[in-house]
């Protein structure tokens, strides 16, 4: 083999690691913000006692990376809204501000609306969002 034909041989090889290194790396955001963070689907042991917790609207309960909030009375899954907790930008712990009915990420100032939408970045998209179902007076989470 000539030294051209040589070089031209390991230059190729060189291109085809390199263009799969970063169709890999590219392939770890879903949705090419930097470090966006995919959210997890719903725990299925994640149950809430509607018999004693959340019972008045605007009650929430913020745990195992999961926020439920009563948006009205009664025990039926148009009652409730369900997120997950961790932010989209990078991963922290977003908290429910009931007191305006939205969403803060106190890491790098994130803020979504009581409906999980983004008002303000990093983040580039809205919470994630779960549909709930109820058995008896047992609020569990579904994927939605
Ligand atoms: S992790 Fe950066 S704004 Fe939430």
Redesign the pocket.
């Known amino acids: 083999m000539k030294r051209n034909e040589f070089l031209t041989t390991l230059t190729g090889s060189f291109s085809v690691a390199c263009l799969a290194c970063m169709t890999s790396a590219c392939s770890k955001e879903d949705n090419g913000a930097p ?1 966006a963070v995919n959210n997890p689907a719903p725990a299925s042991g994640f149950l809430i006692n509607l018999d004693s917790e959340i019972k008045a609207v605007n009650d929430f309960v913020a745990r195992s990376g999961y926020i439920v909030i009563r948006t009205a009375t009664g025990n039926t899954p148009a009652s409730f809204s369900a997120f997950s907790s961790v ?1 989209p ?4 712990t ?1 908290e429910y501000k009931n007191s305006t009915s939205s969403f803060l ?1 106190a ?4 803020t979504f609306s009581g409906t999980g939408a983004l008002i303000q ?3 580039t998209r809205g919470l994630t969002k779960f549909d709930v179902e109820i058995t008896g007076s047992t609020l569990r989470l579904k994927n939605q």
Request: glycine residues 26%; proline residues 7%.
């Open positions: 470090g932010c930008h990078a991963g922290a977003v990420c890491a790098h100032g994130s970045g990093p983040a």
